[in-house]
């Protein structure tokens, strides 16, 4: 049977991946050999309308989707920094990669119609190696990058609007692996940091974008070789940590707030500063605050406590939700820019998708259905 025209074999590839399938795995659901889906990826052949049919019903993909070329993304000016990285497989990077892709092509079709905040970070010009960066100047650099932004040394109410303020992209959304907690890149002019939602606290991904704001501050003239060392990899991710500590909770308020360091101060200053209790004890013994003697002490007590999974408060305390694409996409619609109808067929992606990674309500992009009601004489007359 002849193959469809115009398919694009690199999308049925991304869309496959984007689900967490193998080709195996696809070839099974949709009733083809494995050789079949390696040809349809290869571009050496094409599928039919009806095989094409069930592939856009295994993978929950619009057929649109295999017909959208996106426009050709020249160099990408750094690597992409994941925390935790050995802790997620091939499989699941590539699936949040692949959704990262369409976060982009979201951000390209909004940049069209909607002026987005000017990036604004301070080019603090940081070494080309992690090894050249020492503990202080992690210190300095939050310090740093808290006055560039006009902060005090309190407590930040909004950690995602600061960041989306200042022309830095955010996402969050479930990347699918308990290990893998987010990554950031910067692309073209404008960083982008992916945050997952996946099984975690409000804290947590607090200090995961903070976490991913140290990499964009930090790293920015490590060579992308540097990811395949695992001791340099490890310091770069020990240096986020720490700086992500110091730019939510800096120094001058950590030692003037924490006079006793022990796990009821730390409980207490949580719900302020919006950190966990296990980052609090790191940050003590980063400050020097305790030894190593009291550190293990605290790491004791806080496992005898079970709050390796869940600390107190962590049900209380709101995840800060970026807000910047979801308010782009409400201004298109409620300035009649564009229909949600239009959006999502200009995107060929599916609906759900669009709405997860813009932390959109479920449903927002679907069109409203008129509820038909009787007439009163007619609604009287059913109840009689």
């Not at 869309?15 to 009733?31: D, I, P, Y």
């Amino acid at each position: 049977m002849k193959g469809v025209s115009g398919f694009i074999a690199k999308r049925l590839t991304e869309a496959r991946e984007a689900r967490g399938l193998r080709k195996t795995n696809l070839a099974e659901l949709v009733q083809v050999s494995d050789s079949q889906i390696s040809k349809y990826e290869s571009n050496s052949q094409t599928p039919s309308p009806a095989i094409l049919d069930r592939i856009c019903s295994v993978l929950a993909m619009p057929i649109e989707y295999f017909f959208y070329e996106r426009p050709e993304n020249p160099d990408i000016e750094s690597p992409i920094y994941y925390r935790s990285m050995s802790y997620a497989t091939q499989q699941q990077r590539k699936a949040a990669e692949v959704k990262y892709l369409w976060l982009q092509d979201i951000y390209t079709y909004l940049w069209e119609f909607i002026d987005f905040p000017a990036v604004n970070l301070p080019d603090i010009n940081p070494p080309d190696s992690p090894e050249k960066i020492s503990d202080q100047e992690v210190e300095d650099a939050a310090d740093y990058l808290r006055q560039f932004w006009g902060l005090s040394d309190g407590p930040i109410e909004n950690l995602s609007r600061l960041v989306e303020n200042n022309g830095i992209v955010v996402s969050f959304f479930d990347l699918g692996a308990d290990g893998l907690d987010g990554f950031s890149q910067k692309n073209h002019d404008r960083p982008h940091i992916i945050i997952s939602t996946g099984k975690t606290s409000a804290v947590r991904i607090r200090f995961s974008l903070a976490h991913e704001l140290g990499h964009l501050i930090l790293h920015t003239k490590i060579n992308p070789k540097t990811l395949n060392d695992s001791n340099k990899f490890k310091q770069m991710e020990q240096q986020a940590h720490r700086f992500a500590s110091a730019f939510i909770f800096p120094q001058s308020s950590f030692c003037r707030e924490i006079t006793i360091p022990d796990l009821v101060t730390f409980r207490m200053r949580k719900p302020r500063w919006k950190l966990s209790i296990a980052a609090m004890i790191f940050r003590a013994k980063n400050l020097r605050l305790i030894d190593d003697d009291r550190e293990k002490v605290l790491r004791r007590s806080y496992g005898a406590k079970k709050w390796s999974r869940t600390e107190p408060l962590d049900d209380q305390i709101e995840v800060d939700y970026p807000e910047l694409l979801r308010d782009a996409i409400e201004l298109l619609i409620n300035e009649g820019i564009k229909t949600r109808y239009e959006i999502i067929n200009d995107l060929a992606l599916p609906r759900q998708d669009i709405e997860k990674l813009l932390c959109l309500e479920t449903d927002f992009l679907k069109d409203n259905v008129i509820k038909l009601k009787l007439k009163t004489d007619y609604s009287m007359r059913a109840v009689e």
